[in-house]
């Protein structure tokens, strides 16, 4: 089965501590995603990458980091500099060329107190 | 980057055709049209994708006018699963970056 995968469902954690959401796709995209939704709201790019060992800042990048050493995968670090990290967090892949479909995980639900 | 503007909320009934419609002013030669769905606590699923006049796939409509400003999703026959939040997006392909800006989008509830 083809598809988008995100671990943790939920993860918890203590403010402060840096956490790394994980994203795989087995879709053989070049292109990632990141994208934080806050209750009611749209979505906001944290960060994108259109192909390995390459990444750009999206609209909220502040107090996020991530890599691209393989293809399949994409993690996301919520750091402590985030001053509020907690939110649903949003992973997507696209095959990478022109103005096409974006393929969407089923998200992480990030709690920090 | 073009941005768009579409209803906050939307309540329909069950059986009813429903159209949502998305103004997107300056939208850029080379944009396309891209509609997405988004039920509570799950990522968003394309919809449909459009450039001029009208797309039909198996679950909807996408009509644009000649200017282009703006674009109207049609679903058919709606359904009480049909409750979700749509989007309407415009893509950038100014820079080439295949980036995407998804704004608060429509809440679509149907009642039985």
């Known amino acids: 089965d083809g598809g988008i995968t995100q671990s943790p469902k939920y993860l918890f954690r203590k403010e402060g501590q840096n956490v790394t959401l994980s994203c795989e796709q087995n879709?053989?995209?070049?292109?990632m995603y990141w994208y934080r939704q806050d209750p009611g709201q749209g979505l906001r790019l944290i960060y994108y990458?259109?192909?390995?060992?390459?990444?750009q800042k999206g609209d909220i990048a502040e107090g996020y980091s991530v890599s691209r050493e393989k293809k399949e995968s994409f993690p996301l670090t919520v750091t402590s500099a985030q001053k509020n990290p907690t939110a649903f967090y949003l992973c997507?892949?696209?095959?990478?060329?022109?103005?096409?479909?974006?393929?969407f995980g089923p998200g992480t639900r990030l709690t920090v107190t | 980057l073009a941005k768009t503007t579409q209803p906050i909320s939307m309540d329909s009934y069950e059986g009813q055709e429903v159209n949502i419609t998305c103004s997107h002013n300056n939208i850029a030669t080379n944009d396309y049209i891209t509609w997405y769905q988004q039920f509570p606590s799950q990522g968003p699923r394309f919809i449909i994708q459009g450039y001029k006049t009208k797309v039909t796939n198996e679950v909807a409509s996408l009509f644009i006018p000649a200017d282009r400003k703006s674009s109207t999703l049609s679903l058919p026959r709606v359904s009480l699963s049909d409750t979700a939040v749509y989007y309407c997006l415009v893509g950038d392909l100014t820079s080439g970056t295949y980036k995407y800006i998804f704004g608060t989008g429509t809440r679509l509830k149907v009642l039985a």
């Open positions: 990458s259109q192909i390995v060992n390459d990444f």
């Open positions: 879709l053989n995209h070049d292109a």
């Open positions: 997507a892949s696209s095959i990478g060329r022109d103005v096409d479909e974006q393929y």
